[in-house]
Nanobody, 124 residues
Framework: QVQLVESGGGLVQAGGSLRLSCAAS????????MAWFRQAPGKERDFVAA????????SYRDSVKGRFTISRDNAKNPVYLQMNSLKPEDTAVYYC?????????????????WGQGTQVTVSS
């Protein structure tokens, strides 16, 4: 069974940092582009960041540029999301996703595999 499992979420004060990790089982995702999405209560799931299979290309939503960094280590976990200078509006469930498509897709429909999500709550 192919699984992506997120970890690292939690409660943090505004201005703080968290590092999310995404672990894979059931198959290798070395040749897959990876991404993070998030979904706040009552809102649609939104793109946060993506990284190409090689790690040479990344893409971010405008509101997290300069604060979040996506990276990957194919020898260990597939992907990480370092989140700094967190704001209350970053509060959401964060999902890891994988796609065989080339580049750094931003659309939900581009991704074939999804994790169950990890809660990130930023208090003001």
């Amino acid at each position: 069974q192919v699984q992506l499992v997120e970890s690292g979420g939690g409660l943090v004060q505004a201005g703080g940092s968290l590092r999310l990790s995404c672990a894979a089982s059931g198959r290798t995702f070395i040749n897959y582009a990876m991404a993070w999405f998030r979904q706040a209560p009552g809102k649609e799931r939104d793109f946060v960041a993506a990284i190409s299979w090689s790690g040479s290309s990344t893409s971010y939503r405008d509101s997290v540029k300069g604060r979040f960094t996506i990276s990957r280590d194919n020898a260990k976990n597939p992907v990480y999301l370092q989140m700094n200078s967190l704001k209350p509006e970053d509060t959401a469930v964060y999902y890891c996703a994988a796609t065989i498509q080339y580049g750094v897709p931003r659309g939900i429909s581009s991704y074939d595999y999804w994790g169950q999500g990890t809660q990130v709550t930023v208090s003001s």
